[in-house]
T-cell receptor
Framework: GEQVEQLPSILRVQEGSSASINCTYE??????FPWYKQEPGENPKLIID???NMERKQTQGLIVLLDKKAKRFSLHITDTQPGDSAMYFC???????????WGLGTSLVVNP | NAGVIQTPRHKVTGKGQEATLWCEPI?????VFWYRQTIVQGLEFLTY????????DSGMPKERFSAQMPNQSHSTLKIQSTQPQDSAVYLC????????????FGEGSRLIVV
């Protein structure tokens, strides 16, 4: 079936440095790519998303890049803070009536 | 706006018993999704309703799992003859429209089958 591969599974960084998470997808028709953050004991929450008509999107210290040729998209967190420590999930979708295909998640640990 | 409400938050059930989980989506949201989350499998899609109609149930184990949405304010996930491998957090999410919209997740129902 369709899969989204997400790497790394665990990422440890020092406070103030940047963190990058990469995802690859299989179906070239995928057109929507959200990122969700899940803090311990909490539910996942959308932090940023990008659609296939864009290559880059930035908001509040988050940058997401989309390379459709390589079928790859990535999340970059600049100037990480301890509050950024959480699980991060990427996902890809074919469209409104198609389910999201999720990556297995990345556990980000930001050390003070 | 109370967000997506899921009950119960925790449920312990004996092997072979039935478990029913409830979800109340955000008012006005037309799409409801059910997911199962475990450490090993991550977020597994189970099923998706839009305007109360089932759209995609490809993630549902066919034999013991069933989901319904009898009205726009309520969806249920029923697991018959529960097995230890059903132990997981079951997450319900709703959105304004289809998959291309923000999913708002509930707090989840943690099911433990002993």
């Amino acid at each position: 079936g369709e899969q989204v591969e997400q790497l790394p599974s665990i990422l440890r960084v020092q406070e103030g440095s940047s963190a990058s998470i990469n995802c690859t997808y299989e179906n070239s028709a995928s057109n929507y790519f959200p990122w969700y953050k899940q803090e311990p004991g909490e539910n996942p929450k959308l932090i940023i998303d990008i659609r296939s008509n864009m290559e880059r999107k930035q908001t509040q210290g988050l940058i997401v890049l989309l390379d459709k040729k390589a079928k790859r998209f990535s999340l970059h967190i600049t100037d990480t803070q301890p509050g950024d420590s959480a699980m991060y999930f990427c996902a890809a979708s074919l469209g409104d009536n198609s389910k999201l295909i999720w990556g297995l998640g990345t556990s980000l640990v930001v050390n003070p | 706006n109370a967000g997506v409400i899921q009950t119960p938050r925790h449920k312990v059930t004996g092997k072979g018993q039935e478990a029913t989980l409830w979800c109340e989506p955000i008012s006005g949201h037309s799409a409801v999704f059910w997911y199962r989350q475990t450490i090993v499998q991550g977020l597994e899609f189970l099923t998706y309703f839009r305007n109360q109609a089932p759209i995609d149930d490809s993630g549902m184990p066919k034999e013991r799992f069933s989901a319904q949405m009898p009205n726009q304010s309520h969806s249920t996930l029923k697991i018959q003859s529960t097995q230890p491998q059903d132990s997981a957090v079951y997450l319900c999410a709703s959105s304004l429209g289809g998959t291309g919209n923000t999913l708002y997740f509930g707090e989840g129902s943690r099911l433990i089958v002993v």
